[in-house]
């Protein structure tokens, strides 16, 4: 079954085929062939050998769908991933055969008004990995840009790499929110993206950081990895009162940002109450396309909304974050699997369980070696 137009690589013309897994339909993998398009001169092969699973993975597999995006034809899953460099294209300088690298998933078309002025987050004709209809990055191996593949050293792992894409939702976030060694951070969701928000805050300074959320066993690991306060929460949106007035005793001062990693009515409207008149609102989460939540008294306190969608140019500090020991990502691998028909199938089976088996949910991580 071919995936992507375009030639087919030199492995598979010499007999060896490049292995994917696909997502056929509703809870439906399967590990089959996946045809690469020919080396471009400013690309590089990549033998992928950690891969994440991600919330949005998960959706896919449940339900064919992320948000507005829906998967209408086969396609490869993942895009939390790192490898080894196995070929280079005749123009690429940067990376050499072996090289251990991080990739960032997301491919802009660097033309755009969005791209030039930065922001190619934004872009219209964006590519990126296991986001219908572009094929993902759970296979053999995977080409991809050079530019869009980071050098790890030493010091990093594999795991770690592929921990970059994460780990650059929060960054991105932090940037966005200028935080800073004067910022007091509350943070509304303690799963993978919390978590990671949670980190991030913390490499960027804050000196106190709050998380709330309804699962006990998701905040215990939030105050393992360094928050100062947890607050269990209802889902029920008429606590919000009183649960505000809970989590601005615990942080003990104004709170100046508020980072929403969940996206529904009751989180958002928490959100926004709970941040100081001229504090910010980051809205990370997008569990809900539409929602119902008090902008008007928090425009009345100029509380300003800010909008995160995916993130840009964050894998270089993301790397040196991991470098320095700033960061530690390594308590949010939770689980290990091989890349096997069975083993793929438990890893997304036990991902969507969600909390009953890891407390942290994700990422998972394969192995292909």
């Known amino acids: 079954m071919s995936g992507v137009t375009g030639g087919e690589d030199k492995e598979h013309r010499n007999g060896e085929e490049n292995?994917?897994?696909?997502?056929?339909g509703i809870k439906t993998l399967k590990i089959q062939p996946y045809h690469l398009p020919a080396l471009g001169p400013h690309d590089v092969k990549v033998q992928i050998k950690a891969l994440g699973i991600c919330g949005s993975d998960v959706h896919h597999f449940k339900t064919m769908r992320c948000a507005n995006f829906i998967v209408k034809k086969p396609m490869?899953?993942?895009?939390?991933?790192?490898?080894?460099?196995?070929?280079?294209?005749?123009?690429?300088?940067?990376?050499?055969?072996?090289?251990?690298?991080?990739?960032?998933?997301?491919?802009?078309?660097?033309?755009?008004?969005?791209?030039?002025?930065?922001?190619?987050?934004?872009?219209?004709?964006?590519?990126?990995?296991?986001?219908?209809?572009?094929?993902?990055?759970?296979?053999?191996?995977?080409v991809h840009p050079?530019?869009?593949?980071?050098?790890?050293?030493?010091?990093?792992?594999?795991?770690?790499?592929?921990?970059?894409?994460?780990?650059?939702?929060?960054?991105?976030?932090c940037r966005r929110a200028n935080i800073s060694p004067e910022t007091s951070v509350l943070i509304m969701g303690a799963g993978p993206i919390g978590l990671v928000t949670l980190l991030a805050a913390r490499a960027f300074g804050a000196p106190r950081v709050i998380i709330a959320d309804v699962d006990d066993c998701r905040l215990?690991?939030?105050?393992?990895?360094?928050?100062?306060?947890?607050?269990?929460?209802?889902?029920?949106i008429q606590d919000v009162g009183e649960e505000v007035v809970k989590i601005q005793n615990a942080m003990g001062s104004g709170i100046d940002v508020s980072f929403d990693c969940v996206g529904f009515d009751k989180t958002m409207s928490t959100a926004l109450n709970a941040t100081r008149s001229g504090g910010k609102v980051c809205l990370i989460g997008l569990a809900k396309s539409e929602m119902t939540a008090p902008l008007t008294p928090a425009a009345a306190r100029e509380v300003d909304v800010i909008g995160i969608f995916r993130y840009r140019n964050t894998w270089p500090l993301c790397i040196e974050f991991l470098k320095t020991g700033k960061i530690d990502v390594k308590p949010l691998i939770t689980h290990r699997f091989g890349f096997s028909q069975q083993e793929v199938e438990d890893a997304f089976e036990t991902s969507a369980r969600g909390g009953a088996e890891s407390a942290a949910n994700e990422p998972c991580d394969y192995h292909e070696d």
């Open 146 to 173: 050079a530019y869009l593949c980071f050098k790890l050293p030493d010091n990093v792992s594999l795991e770690e790499g592929a921990m970059c894409e994460p780990l650059s939702v929060g960054i991105h976030a």
């Open 19 to 24: 292995m994917a897994a696909w997502l056929l």
């Open 76 to 142: 490869v899953i993942g895009h939390e991933c790192a490898g080894i460099i196995d070929e280079v294209g005749s123009h690429v300088k940067s990376l050499a055969v072996g090289d251990r690298v991080a990739l960032e998933p997301g491919i802009s078309c660097r033309q755009c008004d969005l791209c030039k002025n930065g922001r190619y987050n934004l872009c219209r004709e964006m590519k990126f990995f296991g986001s219908p209809p572009n094929n993902g990055s759970l296979a053999n191996k995977v």
């Open 220 to 236: 215990s690991i939030a105050k393992n990895l360094g928050a100062d306060e947890i607050i269990q929460v209802s889902t029920n």
